[in-house]
Structure formats: structure tokens, C-alpha cells
């Protein structure tokens, strides 16, 4: 018996189809082309209109639309130009093309940038909160020369010549003085108004216009010893804006003696003084006196007023004491000898009152004392 097979196929008969000619490839590509924009245009139309309406979550949250692609760019190749590095903008954040730059270190922030000036990754920690003269080189405060000290490029012995030389000139004294110089011309030196000597001070001439020695200086005291401003003030009953005018009184600077740090002293000379209050502002020195004496008195007559006042209001506390005291005898005045009180406190009890816990109380009217008491 034989065995089944499958028959064999049938061979298909293809026609003969003839190669497309350049014509119909032509029609072929423009159709194709044409189908494709339509698509495109369908597709940008489409995404306006579904923009226009916000479609929105269950929770009511807006779902954000896709944007749409520019298909027929994205079918295209890039030019060689937009992928070159060799002009790379500075917004590139490619680390493989960011060109190496130098380390400016820590810099501030952009709303900082015209106050911080510091290098923070260079400063040095003092531990006590406050920038050191290295760490902050454009303070002004921090590297100006303080007054009265040495300065770094002087040497010991030339910043004390240096110091002399200014307080000589300061005081007009020595090569600096102008009577004893060989570049003063002859006859326009000052001379003493007393003696009429060249050797005169020069600091009292610039600042009190006097040209005086210092033999006569000490000669006359009642004239030229200096006053201090309370002095002035005490003694010739003048006043502040009076003492302040330099052009009325000038006065000479002085540190203070008793506190380096206190405002330094003013120093009047006598006889300026003493013409301004005995001409100008009391007309004599017997004038003064009558004045000085006046507001003495004044000043005593507001003294007792004050202490009258004050007693006064201690009489009015101790009748009031008293008066109290003269009810408790039946209002009877008190009389010397008599004694204030029998010496023992003894209790008046009020009557009892029951408090919130349940405990009876009662109270000293006097004294204001309180008690417990059971009651059975």
C-alpha cells in the first residue's frame, strides 16, 4: 500500500511587469510629499484646538499638553555647524566642551556682589568675631595709621625725631620759632607787651592774640594765668554760648589731667575775662558783686523753701499719726509724758468665718492676725 504524500503546488503565474519610469517615480514622491504635509498640517491644527481647552484631573489638577514636534526638522540631519564645538556658548553645561578656566575661588552672590569684597576661603579664623588687617586689605579703617604710633617703615630713633620735630612746631618753639629765625625779616617780630623782649609765645599768640613772655607770665599772674570754664563760669557769672564764641573769648586746648579720655580742657586767659565780664556784660567788677551776691541769696532762699516744704510735709504725716492716735484715747489730745500705748499688742478677734476647706478662721482687727478654731 502506498503511502500518502501532499501533492505538489501548482506554480503561479506572475505577469510581466514593466519597470517604472521616471515619470510615475516623479508622481510617486510628489504624492507622497503632498501626504505628508496634509498629515503635519492635521496634526498642528489639531494640537491648537485641544491647547484652547485645559483638560483637567478628577482632583481638578491641569494636565499639561504635549508639545508639539517639528516633524520636518526632526526627519532631517543637523548641519555640521550646530554640532562643531569650536564656538561653544557660555551656557553649555557639556562638561566635555566646557572650555578650562581658572579658580577665582569662592565668589559671592549676584545681590552681594557690589558689598562682599573678602575672600573667604583665604581668611583666618581669629575666634573672637572680627576681620583681621590681612584678611580685609581694602578697609580704609583697618590700615589707616593710628595717632601716636609708630608706622612701619620708620625706624625707633627716627620717629622720635620725628615727634619732637612736631611738637616744636606745634609750639612754635626752637628752629620754628619765628621771632629767633634767620627767615624772619628785621622789625616784624612781636614783641612782650610788657617788656617789650623778642622771646615771646608764639602758641599764646595764635591763640589770644597776645604777645607776652614767659618772665612776664609769671610775673603778673592776676593777668596772664589761664581760668578754667567753670572757673569762668562761677566766678564771672558768664555762660556757655559766651565761652564758646572764639571770636568773644578764645580759648586754649589742653588734655585733661584728671581722665585722659574726657573732652579735653578749655583755658581762658584772665585779664580777656575779666574785660569782657567788668566792660562789656556787667559794666564794673562792683556790678559783678552786687549780681553775685544776688543770685547767692536767691540760691539760699531756694534751699530753705525746699526744706520748708519737705518739713511741712512731715508735720502733715505726723499729725496724721497723731490724730489717729487721739481717737483711740476717747479724742483726747496727747500731753508731753504721756505713754503711747500699754507696750503689749492685745488681740481683738472678729468674728469667725468658714473658709473653702471647711476650716473655721478668725481674724485680728488690729493686727490682721489669723487663727484656726475648731468648733465641736
Known sequence: MDRPSTPPSKPISRPNVSPLTPEVTRRIEENRLRAKALREAAIAREAAD???????????FAIPQPQPQDLSSASRKRAHASISTVDIPSTSRDARTIPQKLDDGILPARKFKKYVDHD??????????????????WNKALHAPKEGEKPAHMTL??????????????????????????LSEKGKGEKCRECGGLEVDWLWVDVFKCAVCGICKEKFPEKY???????????????????????LLPHLSKPNPHKSHWHDMNLFLRYQVEDYAFKTKWGSAEALDAEFEKRELEKKQRKEAKFKSKLKELKKKTRTDAYRRNLKNGNREGQFGDIIGTGKHEHEWGATVETADGMTVKTCVECGMEVEELEF
Open 120 to 137: 573667604f576661603s583665604k581668611m583666618v579664623d581669629t575666634k573672637g568675631g572680627f576681620l583681621a588687617a590681612e584678611d580685609d586689605p
Open 225 to 247: 594765668s589761664l581760668l578754667t570754664k567753670t572757673e569762668a563760669k562761677d566766678d564771672y557769672l558768664l555762660t556757655d554760648p559766651e565761652l564758646k564764641d572764639d571770636e
Open 50 to 60: 485641544s491647547s484652547s481647552i485645559t483638560r483637567t484631573t478628577p482632583s481638578g
Open 157 to 182: 630713633k627716627e620717629w622720635e625725631r620725628h615727634q619732637l620735630l612736631r611738637d616744636l612746631r606745634q609750639r612754635k618753639e626752637g628752629p620754628f620759632e619765628p621771632a629767633l629765625s634767620v
